[in-house]
């Protein structure tokens, strides 16, 4: 591990004062991810700024309905409200890591966490995420866990968060502050894909943070679910997640969100499932149709065609469940 300096930091503009001011300083907050990441030497920050004493770890519900996060609330999920308002996020959260993580990892850090390809975790394969314009080892390596949509000739890794997933499903917005002032950017446009540039990962710039993300009221957040599909049931990331939430009136969808996880580099908006629902009775019909449509596009790499068959299912089990 590279020796580093270590600050915590006192309020967010202290942490912003040091990221602006030193190339080198990176945010700590649990650390479940980081840590390890310099530990293995893929990460070797100069400065070490600590969030957790900036007073980020609020759960505040809205007057006008729709709650906030603060970016340092925990992953442990245990707020009964936000579990009755929001199953598919609480669902998400408990089915990652394990409970010790969970406790100590962070809104904001499981927003963050890296990728876990093989390839770009372990330093002496080429990896243009972690190196850009080194090449990509998992072109040619084991493909099985990697992307069915989105990738590039630069990079087909996964986004690995369970969280992100759900916050896709929920329209959630992500809170920044940086030196240049505040931003409300949606889930879906926060996470970017590999394009041309896989070493840039979201819309995150070098001096801002995470201070929370927002969940809308939504006419489908209360009838909402995860199902995640993984190699062992005691802890394991998503081969192929998928969290749903539908508004149904007088018997018929209004309204849905399917989003995909372990199939792209971003938590994955399906809109052909969702235009497969509204205007349709959730029966099994529809259900089938939904996770066909959710399927459709998918371009699968040497070894992970299986995961196209598994969106279908998880996309079926999950709506299903919620029927
Ligand atoms: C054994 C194991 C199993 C796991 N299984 C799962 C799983 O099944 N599903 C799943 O979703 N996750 C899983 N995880 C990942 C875990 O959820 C993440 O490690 C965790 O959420 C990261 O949060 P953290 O607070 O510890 O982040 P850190 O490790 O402290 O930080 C991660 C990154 O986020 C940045 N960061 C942190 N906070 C902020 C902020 N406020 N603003 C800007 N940048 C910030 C840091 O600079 C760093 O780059 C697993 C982890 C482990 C170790």
Request: aromatic share 6%.
């Amino acid at each position: 591990m590279r020796p580093f300096h270590y600050t915590r930091a006192g309020d967010v503009a202290e942490a912003l004062r040091i990221l602006s001011q030193d190339e080198g300083a990176a945010l700590i907050a649990g650390g479940t991810d980081l840590v390890t990441l310099m530990r293995d030497g893929i990460s070797g920050p100069s400065h070490l700024v600590d969030v957790n004493g900036l007073g980020l770890d609020e759960v505040r519900w809205l007057p006008g309905g729709g709650v906030r996060l603060g970016a340092m609330c925990r992953n442990a999920a245990n707020d009964s409200r936000l579990r009755r308002a929001y199953p598919v996020l609480s669902e998400a959260l408990r089915s990652g890591a394990s409970p010790q993580i969970r406790n100590r990892a962070s809104v904001g850090g499981n927003l963050l966490q890296q990728t876990r390809c093989t390839y770009f975790r372990l330093p002496e394969f080429a990896c243009n995420r972690r190196n850009a314009g080194s090449g990509c080892s998992a072109l040619q390596g084991d493909s099985h866990a990697q992307a069915i949509f989105g990738a590039s000739s630069q990079c087909v890794a996964v986004h690995p968060s369970d969280f992100s997933v759900a916050l896709q499903a929920l329209d959630a917005v992500v809170l920044t502050e940086g030196t240049r002032g505040r931003r409300r950017i949606p889930v879906d446009q926060f996470f970017r894909l590999p394009g041309d540039t896989p070493q840039v990962t979201t819309e995150l710039r070098r001096d801002e943070l995470i201070v929370g993300v927002e969940l809308p009221d939504s006419p489908f957040a209360a009838r909402s679910h995860y199902v995640k599909f993984r190699e062992r049931a005691s802890y394991a990331f998503a081969l192929v997640s998928a969290a749903v939430a539908v508004e149904v009136r007088s018997g018929t969808v209004r309204s849905a969100r399917v989003a995909l996880g372990g199939v792209a580099a971003k938590p994955w908006r399906s809109q052909a499932a969702e235009e497969a629902l509204v205007g349709a009775r959730l029966n099994e019909e529809t259900i089938a149709a939904a996770g066909d449509a959710a399927a459709r596009g998918a371009q699968p790499q040497r070894h992970n065609a299986y995961k196209v068959e598994l969106v279908r299912r998880v996309v079926r089990q999950a709506l299903s469940e919620l029927g």
